[in-house]
């Protein structure tokens, strides 16, 4: 199933939305495919500011646990509450009801992969 | 990061695993596959119904010759002269000095043995056995490559392979087998297995494997409403470690021996083997540490080597732990000081930094009811 084609990807196989100074962020099917069955979700509090490429939380599967980085820099404006009863959101729907934070930031994210690009690195067709 | 050079091992049944959708991943140098739909799903339908896993990586050693037996008693912690033909005995395979090598089921057939140990374990186990072979008349014939195995395990499972098979499994007792035969393929059926749930072991040769595996998904669906489904190793992880079985290279390896393993049972004391020496020095001396089964609190699941503590003191490190599906909580096995090993006592784990209140308990974390047989 190919990536949805108005996201961004990061090489760490997070993706990214914008919607007006909002970020919605999460990670991809692919990787959550790697994961296996996501079994807890550590977000961080709203509020807090993240740099770019730093660290906002940790996502654990029955096989391994992952962290999750922040693509540009901003603040959290909010996380998913849903996945602290359902982490497996994450892996039923990775690209909509399995999001993660979204992250209040003025940066115009770039030098990330399409849809077409990334799914051509991990052969997803 | 080290590539290995050397190509991992197919089982008979890969083409069947790629077809499948498998995440295949390598263990113990063979591809294997470590799930198809989902580790949970794969778990609870085990629990619920059953699963069939590909455990053709095994290693299949088959003994002959006047001086089996004794030969296997020398390597063995477990006195298999009370084994009956049709009957299977657990038993470990020890160093000089108590470590374990692998931890293997053996088989008394009619006219030989059957050792099936781990595949990580085989090559080495097949040089141990050369280098103590020195006095014993025997021939050993590694039939890994040549016979296949699948393990059939849930509560349904008996039932619908007495529908199936041309000789009934329900009056097979645990831990004994029986050779059958359909048509002209011959397979051994062994009530045993590695989950926790009622079932069995079977093993072929790889010329009608494929064959029967079919037969068995589609058979199984004509005549069951809750047909079998594939499970890959992560359910089979998952499963063991509920059931508080043994996986070598978490809660055995050589530096571990089995006493302090709780595996006393399958230690012999009344015949000589290699180890017996110094395990029955370890017993007469006691136990520094012992394993237990600890529940975790919280979501976090607790992983091999991460270091359990009693307020200041390290008092022992786990080796397995998971997100338990069927009691819904996370739970691990640790090797702890002898002194908190008493159920109820509590204790910390470090969790990545943090430290996450763990109380120890009586294992197995899940037990099957006590069946008739």
């Known amino acids: 199933m190919p990536s949805p084609a108005d996201y961004l990807y990061t090489q760490t196989h997070e993706w990214m939305k914008k919607e007006g100074d909002i970020l919605i962020i999460g990670i991809t099917r692919f990787a959550v495919d790697e994961l296996s069955d996501v079994t807890f979700v550590d977000l961080p509090e709203v509020g807090r500011k993240v740099a770019a490429g730093g660290t906002f939380g940790e996502i654990e599967s029955v096989k391994a646990i992952s962290e999750l980085y922040a693509p540009v820099a901003g603040e959290i404006a909010a996380v998913n509450d849903a996945l602290k009863k359902d982490p497996s959101l994450v892996n039923q729907d990775p690209f909509s009801k399995g999001w993660l934070v979204k992250l209040k930031t003025t940066a115009e994210p770039h ?3 399409t849809a077409a690009q990334y799914d051509q690195v991990h052969n997803i067709a | 990061m080290t590539e290995s050079t050397v190509p991992l091992l197919k089982t008979c049944f890969y083409d069947f695993h790629i077809r499948q959708g498998a995440k295949m991943v390598d263990f113990g140098g063979w591809s294997m596959p470590l799930s198809y739909r989902g580790i949970i799903a794969e778990h609870e339908q085990t629990r619920k119904a059953g699963s069939v896993f590909d455990v053709s990586h095994m290693g299949r050693l088959h003994f002959t010759g006047p001086d089996a037996l004794r030969f296997l008693q020398h390597i063995c912690t477990r006195d298999l002269s009370k084994a009956v033909v049709g009957q299977s005995l657990y038993s470990l395979i020890c160093k000089t000095d108590g470590g374990v090598l692998d931890d293997v089921i053996v ?18 186990l097949l040089d141990w056995f050369k280098t103590n072979s020195a006095g014993f008349n025997y021939q050993i014939k590694d039939e890994t490559m040549q016979t296949a195995m699948i393990a059939i395990q849930g509560p349904n499972v008996i039932a619908l392979l007495d529908n199936l098979l041309p000789d009934p499994v329900s009056t097979l007792k645990r831990y004994h087998f029986l050779t059958q035969s359909y048509l002209i393929a011959k397979f051994t059926v062994f009530r045993s297995g590695y989950t926790g749930e009622d079932g069995v072991e079977i093993i072929c040769g790889t010329t009608i494997a494929q064959m029967a595996l079919n037969m068995l998904f589609k058979q199984g669906r004509d005549i069951s409403s809750a047909p079998l489904q594939p499970a890959g190793l992560a359910a089979r992880d998952t499963l063991r470690m509920e059931a508080a079985m043994p996986l070598y290279g978490h809660e055995l390896h050589e530096n571990i021996d089995p006493i302090s393993a709780g595996l006393q049972w399958a ?37 091999q080597g991460m270091t359990i503590w009693a307020g200041d003191k390290e008092v022992g490190t786990v080796t397995s732990g998971t997100s338990s599906p069927t009691l819904g909580k996370v739970i691990a ?26 109380t120890v308990v009586k294992l197995p974390f899940y037990k099957l009811a006590k069946a008739d047989t």
Do not use: Y
Not at chain 2, 107 to 124: E, G, Q, T
Not at chain 2, 267 to 290: H, N, Y
Not at chain 2, 337 to 358: H, K, M, Y
């Open chain 2, 107 to 124: 088989s008394r057939f009619d006219k030989h043995w059957l050792m099936v140990c781990n595949a990580a374990n085989r090559l080495k």
């Open chain 2, 333 to 358: 096995m640790a090797f702890v000081q002898s002194v908190c090993a008493v159920p109820g006592t509590a204790l910390e784990i470090d969790l990545r930094g943090n430290r996450v209140n763990a």
């Open chain 2, 267 to 303: 230690v012999a004391d009344e015949k000589p083997f290699i180890g017996s020496v110094a395990l029955a020095e370890i017993r007469r001396r006691g136990l520094e540490t012992v394993l237990v089964g600890l529940a975790v609190d919280g979501p976090r699941i607790a992983r």
């Open chain 1, 111 to 113: 030098g990330f992969m």
